[in-house]
């Protein structure tokens, strides 16, 4: 499964606070997939790796809240599909937007904590790996949703 029909999955397959028990196992595995390709492409010294991990996990907590809240948006987006109102339109666009401009804003936030735990070459690494697994999953949920009637 693909990370982007993975989220979308996730994010339509969550109804009423039930996660199918495969796409849990999916997630899990998605997240570990992801710390792996991190730990192989930063390739972190003992020093490096006590302090970038516990910063690392506090970190995808953080946007985990706002994974969890582009599961909902896309989930009411599902919904009112077939009979989205303006409102509804404007509401979806404006989370949308909301939710990318608190994706950057957690970026800049963790920024100076994550140059004080790796060298500037690494952190540089880091966040491009980051990027691209973010826009991976954006990339398959783009494919997957229709657009709008």
Known sequence: MTAGCLALAMSTGAEEGAVDPELAQAAVRFNQERRDLIEANLQLTPDEAARFWPLYERYQRATGVLIERRRASIAEFGENYDDMSEAEAKKFMRDRIELTEQRFHLMKQYYPEFERALPAK?????????????????AGIAEEIPLVK
């Open 122 to 138: 690494k952190l540089a690494r880091y966040y491009q790996i980051e990027s691209k697994i973010y826009f991976s999953v954006e």
